[in-house]
Structure formats: structure tokens, C-alpha cells
């Protein structure tokens, strides 16, 4: 036998419990896409760092290796004819722009 819930002044409350399934279920709902949002947001720049860290980490090891050349292959006594720069003539210097042909 099923008995009606009634409210004092003689309402029943038979379609209440829907409701709020439905406010709940909604609730959930706009929660749990929000923490999706957020974790695939979180994601992407997690990635993205991953690239730039990987990035800079490969720039600074062609900077070593530029370095190690650089101090393997410099000259330790200078077996050419000493140059000499005129500070006046180097301060007075006139640049042209190159011309593709």
C-alpha cells in the first residue's frame, strides 16, 4: 500500500523527490565539468612548460658545446702579424648596406 506524504495544510509531496534528483544530478553535473576543464587546462601548460624547459635545455647545451669548441680551438699565442686599429678611423667608420644580386 502507498501512502502519500501531505503537508500540513493537505498538499502531497509525490513529485518533490524528483526534483531534487534533479538539483543534485545538475549540481554534480556543473561540477564535475569544471574539474574537467580544469585538469585538461592544467595539462596543456603542464605540456607547454615541458616544451620550453626542453627547449632551453637544448639551447644551453649548443652553448656549451660552442664553449668547449671556442676554448679547444682558440689560439694560445698568435702567430700572425699583431693588428693594429686607428681608434679615430674605427669610431668614423661608414656601413653600407649589402646588395643581393
Known amino acids: ?3 502519500k506524504l501531505s503537508l500540513s495544510n493537505g498538499r502531497s509531496q509525490e513529485g518533490s523527490v524528483i526534483i531534487i534528483v534533479m ?3 545538475t ?3 556543473i561540477i564535475g565539468s569544471a574539474l574537467f576543464l580544469l585538469v ?3 595539462n596543456s601548460g603542464t605540456a607547454l612548460e615541458r616544451k620550453d624547459v626542453k627547449a632551453f635545455n637544448v639551447a644551453e647545451a649548443g652553448v656549451d658545446a660552442a664553449m668547449v669548441d671556442l676554448k679547444v680551438s682558440w689560439p694560445r699565442v698568435s702567430t700572425d702579424n699583431p693588428v693594429i686599429v686607428d681608434p679615430v678611423e674605427f669610431r ?3 656601413l653600407t648596406p649589402l646588395v643581393k644580386n
Request: charged letters at 5%; a positive charge; aromatic letters at 14%.
Open 1 to 3: 500500500m502507498i501512502t
Open 27 to 29: 549540481v554534480f553535473l
Open 23 to 25: 538539483v543534485f544530478t
Open 92 to 94: 668614423n667608420i661608414t
Open 40 to 42: 585538461r587546462s592544467s
